[in-house]
């Protein structure tokens, strides 16, 4: 009892969320078109599962009282249900909440943020689709026990859980923007600001055709709808959620919706009213889902290889410091890295290797290898690159642009052999060098292994 008072949540939230719950059960009674039924779309259990899933446990109690506050209080406005129906009905929709935030709240990680395709796949199993039968089971029982506007169980049930379901759908993406937006500050650049009014116009002339009855077709509203959830994500998709539902409801109550029409045909209207915006809801957030799986799978791999860079450098400065000639090869065997003992002994970076019509690798072989053993060395290299053999060779090296004491001297018994390769390369170390007179040709017998 003492965590249950320590827990209470501030008054001004409370009160918010009382009004907001007013508010959403007079919505949901604009929207009741099928004549003689209160069923309608329920935005109210999105509200309430949302609230008990952003609040904390110890405080569920006073959010439950502050929503049979408002319930009743509605009930009084718009529904004028007998004091103990209303009273039913209410117990239906707040163990509705509790069940579908706990379902939620035990399934997935908290904070709840639905940024992946299986939260949102789980939010909409669990909360739109298992918590609803509680409150579509005990209120269509109280209708049709207290006999309120002659409703029977089994034809009050199907309306009344699909009217739950498309509240949670709509309200409960949008209350979880507005609390989460409420604790964190929310950025956008300024072409996202020009592109989500862009966007908005664009949104509201089509949903304003389409339900108006201009164009034939209400589902025309997707591609604006879908466009917010690709480009916007999860706030992106709640909002346009929310604005459809307001401007469905406005046609809706004006008689110029295609959701409106004549006494006999309301019924089937109210389902394809309901059906609409639910799958509008549930299109929405997948998509939404996707969008936000993909952004964080671009942003975990950009990281991965900045990290991958970084990794890269710490070794090529460690390489840097070894003290043999060692250069690092591509698995197709191009020349990427010269550590310093390499860049000082040919004169040359690995970059001033790059000449057109030839590789990096024939440039390499031609400005060290002699020519006449250039090409056998060179295949070779490659054949152990592609098979990872090992290989031992004398060649003959073609003379440095440096000179020492003053005559021509080039180097002789190179041993030549693999590193460990990292990140897709492979480092090739000369780890001897011995100065002779050069031959008669030009260069010095050198002996190279590959290991």
């Known amino acids: 009892m003492i965590s249950v008072w320590s827990h209470r949540p501030q008054l001004l939230h409370l009160g918010l969320f009382i009004a907001a719950y007013v508010l959403a059960c007079g919505f949901a009674q604009s929207l009741a078109i099928v004549p003689g039924t209160g069923i309608s779309i329920w935005p109210a259990a999105g509200l309430f599962i949302a609230t008990l899933v952003v609040a904390s446990g110890y405080s569920w109690p006073w959010w439950v009282l502050g929503g049979c506050l408002a319930e009743l209080f509605s009930n009084f406005l718009w529904f004028h249900s007998p004091l103990p129906a209303a009273f039913l009905i209410y117990i239906g929709n707040a163990l509705e909440a509790v069940a579908g935030a706990w379902l939620v709240n035990r399934t997935l990680t908290r904070p709840v943020r639905l940024e992946t395709l299986q939260e949102v796949l789980a939010f909409v199993v669990l909360g739109a689709g298992i918590a609803p039968i509680v409150?579509?089971?005990?209120?269509?029982?109280?209708?049709?026990?207290?006999?309120?506007?002659?409703q029977s169980f089994a034809a009050a049930w199907p309306l009344w859980w699909i009217g739950d379901a498309t509240g949670v759908l709509i309200v409960a993406p949008l209350a979880l923007v507005v609390f989460h937006s409420w604790r964190g500050k929310t950025r956008l650049s300024a072409a996202q600001w020009v592109e989500a009014c862009v966007l908005a116009l664009i949104f509201l002339g089509v949903a304003a055709l389409s339900l108006s009855g201009y164009l034939p077709f209400a589902y025309i509203i997707m591609p604006p709808l879908l466009w917010a959830a690709v480009r916007f994500e999860f706030k992106g998709a709640a909002v346009s959620l929310a604005l459809l539902a307001l401007i469905t409801a406005l046609f809706?109550?004006?008689?110029?919706?295609?959701?409106a029409g004549d006494p006999e045909s309301q019924k089937h209207k109210q389902v394809m009213l309901q059906l609409f915006l639910a799958i509008s809801a549930f299109s929405a957030l997948i998509v939404?889902?996707?969008?936000?799986?993909?952004?964080?799978?671009?942003?975990?791999l950009r990281q991965s290889l900045d990290t991958l860079r970084d990794r890269e450098r710490e070794l090529s400065q460690l390489v840097d410091m070894v003290p043999s000639h060692v250069w690092r090869l591509t698995p197709d065997g191009e020349p990427t890295f010269f550590n310093k003992r390499m860049i000082d002994f040919l004169g040359l970076d690995v970059a001033d290797f790059d000449k057109p019509g030839m590789s990096r690798l024939e440039a390499v072989l031609e400005a060290t290898v002699h020519p006449e053993d250039a090409a056998g060395f060179g295949d070779a290299l490659r054949h152990c690159l592609v098979t990872g053999e090992s290989f031992a060779m004398g060649i003959d090296c073609a003379a440095p642009t440096a000179s020492i004491a003053g005559c021509r001297a080039v180097p002789n018994r190179c041993g030549i052999s693999r590193g460990a390769s990292f990140s897709g390369t492979v480092f090739v170390t000369i780890s001897t060098i011995r100065f002779m007179p050069k031959?008669?040709?030009?260069g010095a017998s050198n002996s190279f292994s590959r290991s």
């Not at 409150?135 to 002659?150: D, R």
């Open 439 to 442: 031959r008669l040709c030009g």
């Open 135 to 150: 409150s579509a089971t005990v209120g269509s029982a109280t209708l049709a026990w207290f006999g309120i506007q002659s």
């Open 252 to 259: 809706t109550i004006t008689g110029t919706s295609q959701f």
């Open 288 to 300: 939404a889902a996707i969008s936000r799986q993909h952004q964080l799978a671009v942003l975990t």
